[in-house]
Nanobody, 119 residues
């Protein structure tokens, strides 16, 4: 059974840092592009960061550029390093996988991890 399991969320003060991890299992990780999305209360889910299946391309939402870094490794892990956190970064963060080798490839979501930025 395909699984994406996020970890690393929590409470952090403004200006602080936090690192999220996503462990992937039961699919061919190297053929999937990976992303982090977030959803704040009362708002739509939005794309935060993207990394291509080979890790050569990354993209970020304008609101997090220069503060967040997405990465992946060969151990089926995806990371989101977050620095200079702001209260507006408070949201549930979701790991997302999209099969990148075919059109309309399979998509998987993790269960989400809460990030709260507050003093």
């Amino acid at each position: 059974q395909v699984q994406l399991v996020e970890s690393g969320g929590g409470l952090v003060q403004p200006g602080g840092s936090l690192s999220l991890s996503c462990a992937a299992s039961e699919f061919t990780f190297g053929t999937y592009a990976m992303s982090w999305y977030r959803q704040a209360p009362g708002k739509e889910r939005e794309l935060v960061a993207y990394i291509s299946m080979r890790g050569r391309t990354t993209n970020y939402a304008d609101s997090v550029k220069g503060r967040f870094t997405i990465s992946r490794d060969n151990a089926k892990m995806v990371y989101l390093q977050m620095t200079s956190l702001k209260p507006d970064d408070t949201a549930v963060y979701y790991c997302h996988a999209r099969q990148a080798t075919v059109l309309n490839g399979r998509i998987y979501w993790g269960q989400g991890t809460q990030v709260t930025v507050s003093s």
